[in-house]
T-cell receptor
Framework: QQQVKQSPQSLIVQKGGISIINCAYE??????FPWYQQFPGKGPALLIA?????SEKKEGRFTISFNKSAKQFSLHIMDSQPGDSATYFC????????????FGTGTRLLVSP | GAVVSQHPSRVICKSGTSVKIECRSL??????MFWYRQFPKQSLMLMAT?????????EQGVEKDKFLINHASLTLSTLTVTSAHPEDSSFYIC??????????FGPGTRLTVL
């Protein structure tokens, strides 16, 4: 019940296209949903995050869509660029005393020139 | 975004030695820091939650005597891998909680045990 399921495992998108990564969860105790971007050999960087009282959040080319009833959320990268090629992790925060992040399995995105 | 540093970025040691990794939040105070382990092409695995001034909370299956955590101040947490063995070789990443659930990650430490 603490899992966050992420798909696809890998994704190839042409430059200028839209990259879409999906995540789903079961535990309704999750109350904060961040997305992280990680380049090889580096730590994850917080990209964008959303709370369950909002259905969509946009920051530049990155948009989170959140469906509370379906317990699903997704990351959309508009106008994808080769520099966006990285691994993306969704996460969900379990806020029960300790604030513990549960991570998805990751999506390796390759944006072809 | 907030800045979290880790030192060293890379360490190679002989089997049986102990290695200390430092994690610092540079521009904010963090009452809670976290230590993760990441194997190649896998997700982050939470090892322990480090709280300033109190004992760390370890995840199931993580040996507390093997991975010693000290959260000495609001900006510093350390992870010591004691009597390291080749199977401890991994990428260790810390994060600091700025509040409201926001966690900022360090750049990671690549540990190689020969």
């Amino acid at each position: 019940q603490q899992q966050v399921k992420q798909s696809p495992q890998s994704l190839i998108v042409q430059k200028g296209g839209i990259s879409i990564i999906n995540c789903a969860y079961e535990n309704t105790a999750f109350d904060y949903f961040p997305w992280y971007q990680q380049f090889p050999g580096k730590g994850p960087a917080l990209l964008i995050a959303i709370r369950p009282d909002v259905s969509e959040k946009k920051e530049g080319r990155f948009t989170i869509s959140f469906n509370k009833s379906a317990k699903q959320f997704s990351l959309h990268i508009m106008d994808s660029q080769p520099g966006d090629s990285a691994t993306y992790f969704c996460a969900a925060l379990l806020n029960t005393g300790f604030q513990k992040l549960v991570f998805g399995t990751g999506t390796r995105l390759l944006v072809s020139p | 975004g907030a800045v979290v540093s880790q030192h060293p970025s890379r360490v190679i040691c002989k089997s049986g030695t102990s290695v200390k990794i430092e994690c610092r939040s540079l521009d904010f105070q963090a009452t809670t820091m976290f230590w993760y382990r990441q194997f190649p092409k896998q997700s982050l695995m939470l090892m322990a939650t480090s709280n300033e001034g109190s004992k760390a909370t370890y995840e199931q299956g993580v040996e507390k005597d093997k991975f010693l955590i000290n959260h000495a101040s609001l900006t510093l947490s350390t992870l010591t891998v004691t009597s390291a063995h080749p199977e401890d070789s991994s990428f260790y990443i810390c994060s600091a909680n700025r509040g409201g659930g926001e966690q900022f990650f360090g750049p990671g430490t690549r540990l190689t045990v020969l």
